[in-house]
């Protein structure tokens, strides 16, 4: 292979501390982990990072990154060393979100790719390698343009699959794909798998090629968290995160909110224990001093306080993602106070008591209240508060309720924040309802984007009547196509290849297709129905899932998942059988 180098380091290139740079030749093989958007969101995602520290921890490894670039006509070249990705022997893309899908085709096209996977198995190009949480739940809308997925999370699956490629050096790619896709449970190799579609747009039939590949393809599960500590390996002075140290403290949610897809996909929940997140937070302090704490459970972890406390010996300011209302304690808010904390965020995701047991969100508004006063008595000045709209069985009575909540807890603010003598802001941020695979809703119908439009007017304009609030909605023809792209199948992969290649983007690209995508994301499904992700054994019944939407539909709450293994959703059972 090349040994060429190109110019990496232009005058306003980001400052960047923690880079790995390897010797090209020194090393065996090259990877370029792409992250489908831009460079500033790419640095901040975690697991992004992640699978950049992954690769090159396996000595004979070195993996460079890429991003989309900001201008359509930019140099799609490695970060690290200026090369051209044509230069790789794998290509491995880390997706986080569903709207990214398009710029994957793109991005391979600029790359000098061919773009479908059928059309690269005559002539020499890198093979094609993608994952992330966006592949895991539904990996269908990509499928063609992609040679092989890694299913589920990246330190259980990535060692495995690199000792296969090892042991496959020199093999044509075919013979490649075909071992990785019979000896790897978590590899999924698309193109060995036929899909019937009935005229109606369901799903007909879905058959491997060869009867010794498997019919269904298991998600890989970190069994202990502890062994991969998930940090930033890489801090930069751009994006949300700058200069940010972030940790995640454990994989997976308890509370089994009926619309989150990690807190059913990262089943069993897992927190890291106290030492390893005590020995990240000091590597941390050391190279930064904000530190974010990261997790769907944030304010679960047992032992919380003492990170607080070791935080503060540290001498670095803790962040801290949104904190569930209930965990909120006088004690914790005050730790909070100390930490530097200026704005809490919250999620009570719906206004009325009748949704939030509809979406199983486990709080009630005394609660919210009770937590905004030890927030904001412990001198914490701002709040920020997250709300979704178009949830399933959702009347106008319930999207007057999220501004009635809204209103309660700016009175309790305003009430508490003039004791203090100083008045701080509220901001809301309000997001459409999007249906997600591997969750209890993932046969629930979107609300249209008219109902959605007329939901968020309705909204901003009695909010806009409250002072001192400020409201943020997320582009409804976002939500939309996220709500597409999350629940469709292969047929997705012409529509993303031609928005990929016109100018105006998805404009005019989805009203020439023909499968309807507002028909598709807005219909109920059946529970008889074949979902394009059935094939993906998350450990999680879809028996289970069915019951709690069940459930939901009949406003009845569930409890939340023990922290010793149980057997309610399945994912316990398959924990305790992978576990040596």
């Not at 190279?287 to 540290?314: H, M, N, Q």
Request: aromatic share 8%.
């Amino acid at each position: 292979m090349k040994d060429r180098r190109r110019s990496a380091s232009p005058k306003d290139a980001p400052r960047e501390r923690g880079v790995l740079r390897k010797n090209w030749r020194e090393t065996r093989y090259h990877v370029v982990l792409v992250y489908p958007n831009t460079y500033d969101v790419g640095m901040g995602n975690l697991g992004f990072q992640t699978v950049y520290g992954l690769f090159n921890r396996m000595p004979e490894w070195l993996c460079e990154r890429a991003f989309l670039p900001v201008r359509p006509d930019g140099s799609l070249e490695s970060i690290e060393s200026g090369r051209p990705l044509t230069d790789f022997d794998i290509v491995a893309f880390s997706i986080s979100f569903e709207n990214d899908f398009v710029h994957v085709p793109a991005l391979l096209r600029q790359a000098g790719v061919p773009v479908w996977a059928h059309q690269r198995r005559s002539g020499s190009f890198p093979l094609i390698l993608a994952g992330g949480v966006a592949c895991t739940l539904n990996p269908e809308p990509i499928a063609p343009f992609i040679d092989v997925f890694l299913l589920g999370e990246a330190e259980e699956v990535l060692d495995r699959w690199a000792v296969v490629y090892d042991q496959t050096e020199g093999w044509s790619i075919e013979e490649r794909l075909w071992h990785m896709a019979r000896s790897i449970p978590c590899a999924y190799v698309p193109e060995f798998y036929d899909i019937g579609y009935a005229d109606a747009g369901g799903i007909l039939f879905r058959k491997a090629v060869q009867p010794d590949l498997p019919q269904t393809i298991q998600a890989g599960v970190l069994q202990d968290v502890d062994l991969w500590p998930t940090s930033t390996r890489i801090l930069t002075d751009v994006g949300a995160f700058r200069n940010h140290f972030l940790i995640e403290i454990g994989r997976g949610c308890p509370h089994g909110c009926r619309f989150c897809s990690a807190g059913f996909l990262y089943r069993p929940p897992r927190y890291r224990s106290l030492a390893v997140l005590i020995e990240e937070l000091r590597r941390g302090a050391d190279l930064s001093s904000i530190i974010g704490i990261l997790g769907t459970a944030v304010s679960d972890l047992p032992f919380l306080p003492s990170v607080c406390a070791e935080g503060r010996k540290a001498g670095v300011s803790l962040s801290f993602s949104s904190l569930r209302v209930d965990a909120i304690t006088p004690e914790l808010a005050e730790e909070l106070a100390a930490q530097g904390v200026k704005t809490a965020t919250l999620a009570p995701e719906a206004g009325s008591e009748r949704m939030r047991r509809v979406i199983n969100k486990g709080i009630d508004e005394t609660q919210v209240i009770q937590a905004v006063r030890s927030l904001v008595r412990a001198g914490i000045p701002n709040l920020k508060l997250y709300f979704m709209m178009g949830l399933p069985t959702e009347t106008m009575v319930d999207i007057e309720a999220i501004v009635a909540l809204i209103a309660t807890v700016k009175a309790v603010f305003l009430e508490e924040s003039r004791k203090r003598g100083t008045i701080g802001t509220i901001a809301v941020s309000l997001n459409a309802f999007v249906p997600k695979p591997v969750t209890p809703f993932q046969w629930a119908p979107m609300n249209p984007a008219a109902l959605l439009r007329q939901k968020a007017r309705i909204i901003r304009n009695d909010v806009g009547r409250i002072p001192n609030v400020t409201l943020s909605v997320e582009p409804i023809r976002d939500a939309v196509l996220q709500g597409w792209l999350s629940r469709t199948d292969r047929r997705a992969a012409e529509a993303l290849d031609r928005a990929s290649r016109s100018p105006g983007g998805w404009k005019g690209v989805l009203r020439s297709m023909p499968m309807d995508p507002e028909e598709e994301t807005t219909r109920q499904r059946p529970f008889s129905e074949t979902l394009p992700w059935d094939f993906i054994d998350t450990g999680v019944s879809r028996t289970f899932l069915q019951g709690e939407y069940e459930r939901a539909l009949e406003g009845r709450p569930s409890p939340p998942c023990p922290l010793t293994a149980c057997t309610r959703c399945g994912a316990c059972r398959q924990h305790r059988q992978e576990t040596p």
